[in-house]
């Protein structure tokens, strides 16, 4: 593993923050490009990217500190902020990070279903990337196996284990992809690509979740899966609400 790729005297540029930043670099790209195409200024992106950015890593590492590993950072709190090794939840930053930019969209009277839709497939694209730096750091590893692409960690052990990280950015891309094409297609309501995203997110972690080792949320990787399928299963009921909505419209 890489979890610092460059090192010049005592500046370290660790893997997993550099592609957690290429990642959102990434979806903001994407994003702006989207609403140029559309003849609409791009300013109000980056706004809500920098909101959702704050947010989204406050959430992230509160979520991984109270429900992945309370006993050891509150032994250790200053360890809290050191994100830069690792150890942020995408749950939780997605809950906070979306809450944040709710409020924004909704004080500046943007069309929040709208603008959820244009993030969906951004979001996507910033997760694949971003797990691709948790692979370089060793973390959120998965499980013992026998399988020929199994991956070794030093950090943990010698044993060939899941490599859960890749698996993740293969869906990430997926997952991606499968928004784009609905896009081009056509969107059928607004909320439709977020509701998939939902969906699709929620079904891919609730199998990935299965293969991981180091889950530790609420008792371990069923229970982890169990929440993952709540979101899926909010995915879509928030779907059948927005297409019977549309259809009676």
């Known amino acids: 593993m890489h979890p610092v790729l460059l090192e010049i005297g005592t500046l370290k540029i660790y893997s997993y923050g550099l592609l957690i930043a290429l990642g959102i670099l990434a979806a903001t790209i994407w994003m702006v490009r989207q609403v140029k195409k559309e003849g609409k200024p791009p300013e109000f ?35 809290i902020l050191y994100i830069r090794e ?5 749950y939780g930053g997605l809950l906070l990070g979306l809450a944040a930019i709710l409020i924004y969209l909704y004080r500046r009277r943007i069309p929040i279903l709208a603008f959820l839709d244009l993030a969906a497939p951004a979001t996507a694209l910033a997760y694949a990337i971003g797990r691709f730096g948790c692979f370089l750091n060793g973390c959120c590893y998965g499980k013992a196996t026998t399988v020929p692409w199994g991956v070794v960690f030093p950090v943990v052990d010698g044993l060939k284990r899941h490599p859960t990280q890749l698996y993740s950015v293969l869906a990430g891309f997926i997952i991606f992809i499968l928004l784009l094409w609905v896009k081009r297609r056509g969107v059928r309501f607004h909320g439709q690509l977020f ?54 419209a």
């Open 45 to 79: 992106v980056l706004d809500i990217v920098l909101i959702g950015v704050i947010f989204g890593i406050i959430g992230a590492r509160l979520f991984y500190v109270f429900l992945y590993e309370p006993a050891y950072y509150l032994s250790h709190p200053l360890h």
């Open 195 to 248: 509701a998939l995203f939902l969906i699709f997110y929620g079904v891919y972690r609730a199998v990935i979740d299965l293969f991981r080792e180091n889950t530790q949320l609420s008792g371990g990787p069923p229970q982890a899966s169990q929440a993952a399928i709540i979101l899926a299963c909010s995915g879509v009921l928030l779907y059948l609400i927005l297409f019977i909505r549309k259809r009676n």
């Open 86 to 90: 690792g150890g942020l939840a995408f």
